[in-house]
C-alpha cells in the first residue's frame, strides 16, 4: 500500500516459449526463473497481495512452491503466442477478487531486477500522478548508429538529426527493459495500454536489465549473477 492506496502484484508467466523452451522454470544458479521474481517481489514494500496468472500447471506448482498465490487459471486463449501482454493483466483484475488502485505487472524473464525498481516505479508513478510507469535502460546501441540497407545494400539512417562519430556526443535514449509495468487499475481498464504520452519512465541500470529470451541471455545472466557488474546507468 502506498499513501492508502492497495497495490497488487502480478506475475504473467505462460507455458508456451518458443526461444527458451519452459523458460519460466528453467534453472538459473539453482532456482527456477520465476521464483527471482517471487522473491524480488515479496520484498517490496508496497505490494499488498502478489498472484500469478498462467495456464500451464507446471508453473503454477512452482509458484505455489515458491510463495506466490495462485487464485485463478488463465484461459487458455489468453496464452497465445498472438496475445496481447495487457490482456492477461485486464482479465486478472476481473478475476482476483477484489478492487485494487495500482497494478504492477512483473515478468519472470527479469531475474535481476530488484525490490527497489519495483518500489521506485511505484513511487514514481504515484508521485507524478501519472496514469503508467515502465521500467527503462539505455540500449547497448544507439538508434543513431543504426541503418537501414536499400535494395542496392546502400545505407540510410534510421534516425533523422545529424551524424555522430563520439559516443559522448550521442543524444540520450532508452528502452523498454520489460522488468515492471504499473498503472492505475481504472485508467488500464479504460485504455487497456501501458505505454502512452502520459507514461512515465523509471530508469534501471543495464546490470540489472537483462531479459531472458534465449539461452545465451541465460547464460549471461548466470555470470552477471556470479560476478555482478557495478550498477551505474
Not at 525498481?117 to 544507439?142: F, M, N, Q, W, Y
Not at 543504426?146 to 535514449?173: A, E, F, H, I, N
Not at 504499473?182 to 502520459?198: G, I, M, P
Request: with cysteine; aromatic share 6%.
Amino acid at each position: 500500500m502506498i499513501d492508502g492506496k492497495r497495490v497488487l502484484g502480478l506475475i504473467s508467466a505462460r507455458g508456451g516459449s518458443k526461444g527458451l523452451p519452459r523458460k519460466n522454470i528453467t534453472n538459473l544458479a539453482g532456482k527456477p526463473l520465476i521464483a527471482w521474481t517471487i522473491e524480488a517481489a515479496k520484498r517490496s514494500r508496497y505490494l499488498d497481495r502478489l498472484v500469478l496468472s498462467s495456464e500451464d500447471s507446471e508453473i503454477i506448482a512452482v509458484a505455489r512452491q515458491w510463495g506466490c498465490e495462485v487464485p485463478f487459471i488463465r484461459p487458455a486463449e489468453l496464452a497465445r503466442d498472438d496475445t496481447p501482454g495487457v490482456e492477461p493483466v485486464l482479465h486478472a483484475l476481473g478475476a482476483v477478487g477484489e478492487e485494487f488502485d495500482y497494478v504492477v505487472l512483473l515478468q519472470p524473464t527479469s531475474p535481476l531486477r530488484a525490490p527497489e525498481d519495483i518500489d521506485g516505479s511505484i513511487e514514481l508513478c504515484h508521485s507524478r500522478l501519472a496514469p503508467t510507469c515502465v521500467t527503462v535502460t539505455e540500449p547497448d546501441k544507439s538508434p543513431y548508429w543504426m541503418y537501414t540497407l536499400d535494395g542496392g545494400q546502400r545505407l540510410t539512417p534510421l534516425l533523422s538529426g545529424g551524424t555522430y562519430d563520439r559516443r559522448q556526443d550521442l543524444p540520450p535514449v532508452y528502452a523498454l527493459n520489460g522488468a515492471v509495468y504499473v498503472a492505475d487499475c481504472r485508467w488500464l481498464q479504460e485504455n487497456r495500454v501501458f505505454v502512452t504520452q502520459a507514461t512515465v519512465a523509471h530508469r534501471m541500470p543495464k546490470a540489472r536489465s537483462l531479459d531472458i529470451d534465449t539461452e545465451l541471455d541465460l547464460r549471461v545472466c548466470e555470470l552477471l549473477m556470479q560476478a555482478p557488474l557495478p550498477e551505474t546507468p
